[in-house]
Nanobody, 127 residues
Framework: QVQLVESEGGLVQAGGSLRLSCVCSGVTGRTWSMGWFRQAPGKAREFVAARRWPDESTFYANSVKGRFTMFTSRDNGKITMTLQMNNLEAEDTAIYYC??????????????????RGRGTQVTVSS
């Protein structure tokens, strides 16, 4: 059974940094896709970043490219994913969701392509 456990988010000033992590257990097979989406109040869910296995192809939204970096490690049925967020902006304020799927997702920016989602964690950036 796949489980996603996210770390706590937090409150940070604009220009600051924050790190989110997500541990995915129940990982089987060579293919896997995992990443982050976020949703701000009154806005649609937005793609942030994703990585696919086995090739570890990695994708970032244009809005976070150069500021966010995703690190992952895979071992014994578990993937630990960390999102390092630097130079945060007020527009980054949202609930961040960890997502995963057992397939090599083609359209990584489409949240409907992922079967599993974490409970979400709040990130607030004060300006």
């Amino acid at each position: 059974q796949v489980q996603l456990v996210e770390s706590e988010g937090g409150l940070v000033q604009a220009g600051g940094s924050l790190r989110l992590s997500c541990v995915c257990s129940g990982v089987t097979g060579r293919t896997w896709s995992m990443g982050w989406f976020r949703q701000a109040p009154g806005k649609a869910r937005e793609f942030v970043a994703a990585r696919r296995w086995p090739d570890e192809s990695t994708f970032y939204a244009n809005s976070v490219k150069g500021r966010f970096t995703m690190f992952t490690s895979r071992d014994n049925g578990k993937i630990t994913m960390t999102l390092q967020m630097n130079n945060l902006e007020a527009e980054d304020t949202a609930i961040y969701y960890c997502i995963a799927d057992s397939s090599w997702v083609v359209d990584v920016t489409n949240p409907a392509k992922y079967d599993h989602r974490g409970r979400g964690t709040q990130v607030t950036v004060s300006s």
